[in-house]
């Protein structure tokens, strides 16, 4: 089973996105799940995470600009991004959050891609 982003595309500086997954009920249930990225030729970052009960944590780099929200009846987690930045360019996939540090070895799907232009 993989998740799967969508809501990506290609946008101008100071746009917005608004970024969807929809997760397995049994993966969902009580997980604090995430949003990562990844740039060309970076390294997968965590941009944000959200609980089960709705408490988040941002990257420094999006913080301000960016909610991660989810809907537990619809085993789904959001991530709408404001005033986006060319550095905001990346695919970017959702997941269980880090534990520890250590990023989910399982369920990663293709992402969505984020291009955002000067």
């Known amino acids: 089973v993989q998740l799967q982003a969508s809501g990506g595309g290609l946008v101008q500086a100071g746009g917005c996105l608004r970024l969807?997954?929809?997760?397995?009920?049994?993966?969902?249930?009580?997980?604090?799940m995430a949003w990562y990225r990844q740039a060309p030729g970076k390294q997968r970052e965590l941009v944000a995470s959200?609980?089960?009960?709705?408490?988040?944590y941002y990257v420094d780099s999006v913080k301000g600009r960016s909610t991660i929200s989810r809907d537990n009846d619809r085993n789904t987690v959001y991530l709408e991004m404001y005033s986006l930045k060319p550095e905001d360019t990346g695919v970017y996939y959702c997941?269980?959050?880090?534990?520890?540090?250590?990023?989910?070895?399982?369920?990663w799907g293709q992402g969505t891609q984020v291009t955002v232009s000067s």
């Open positions: 969807s997954c929809a997760a397995p009920v049994i993966m969902f249930r009580r997980v604090v």
């Open positions: 959200i609980t089960y009960g709705g408490a988040t």
């Open positions: 997941n269980k959050a880090p534990i520890t540090g250590v990023f989910p070895d399982d369920y």
